[in-house]
């Protein structure tokens, strides 16, 4: 059987500048690494998860839309977005297919 590597970005998200996303970094370097994934990009922003224009968020994306990850990494769900309806809605805003 052929075993395929899982390919994933790092997503760490403050929402302060007097705040510091290295733990969440390295929580995810270690849960990655105890899965054999591939990391192919860390990304850290500071921005309020009430933003919508994060710029570092809408990279993870594009990497998932050009299929360069097959998965993004948060520490929690909080860090991509307030809360299941905001994670819902992103999904089906960058989802090709999703919403015309």
């Known amino acids: 059987m052929v075993q395929i590597t899982k390919r994933v970005a790092l997503y760490c ?3 302060t ?6 733990r ?4 995810l370097r270690r849960y990655a690494k105890r899965a ?3 990391i192919v990009d860390v990304l850290h922003e ?5 933003k919508n224009d994060r710029k570092q968020s809408a990279r993870v994306i594009n990497l998932a839309r050009a299929r360069a990850i097959d998965a993004v990494l948060v520490t929690e769900l909080t860090r ?4 299941t309806l905001d994670l819902i ?3 089906q805003h960058w989802r090709p297919g999703m919403c015309q």
Do not use: Y
């Not at 969440?24 to 929580?27: I, L, N």
């Open 46 to 50: 500071t921005a309020s998860g009430v």
């Open 80 to 83: 991509w977005g307030r809360n």
């Open 89 to 91: 809605e992103t999904l």
């Open 17 to 22: 500048a007097d705040q510091d996303g290295s």
């Open 13 to 15: 998200r403050v929402s």
């Open 36 to 38: 054999k994934w591939k």
């Open 24 to 27: 969440q970094e390295h929580d």
